[in-house]
């Protein structure tokens, strides 16, 4: 089993950062792929950046050249670092974690972007 632990969204305005962190209770290693979603208000969950144990990643174009994911394995941490947000970015944002044929979610942090 994986458990995943969100933390570091909050509020900001509108051209504003924020670093989310999505820490696992296993090595990151282990895991094949880590992924952050978001779920606005009355819309689906969307797949917003996702990134393999290897490093590599890849990004959802509403948020390309504006969020980078990264790796600390020594942590078993993902960030997502958030810059230039939009209030469209606000959301619920959730870390899941591929491993064992089997995908574990995070209980989510909120993100509000300001205009």
């Known amino acids: 089993q994986v458990q995943l632990v969100e933390s570091g969204g909050g509020f900001v305005q509108a051209g504003g950062s924020l670093r989310l962190s999505c820490t696992a209770s296993r090595s990151t290693f282990s895991i094949n792929v880590v992924g952050w979603h978001r779920q606005a208000p009355g819309k689906q969950r969307e797949l917003v950046a996702i990134?393999?144990?290897?490093?590599?990643?890849n990004y959802a174009g509403s948020v390309k050249g504006r969020f980078t994911l990264s790796i600390d394995n020594a942590k078993n941490t993902v960030y997502l670092q958030m810059d230039s947000l939009k209030p469209e970015d606000t959301a619920v944002y959730y870390c899941?974690?591929?491993?064992?044929?089997?995908?574990?979610w995070g209980q989510g942090t909120q993100v509000t972007v300001s205009s």
């Open positions: 990134i393999s144990s290897g490093g590599s990643a």
């Open positions: 899941s974690a591929r491993a064992d044929s089997r995908n574990y």
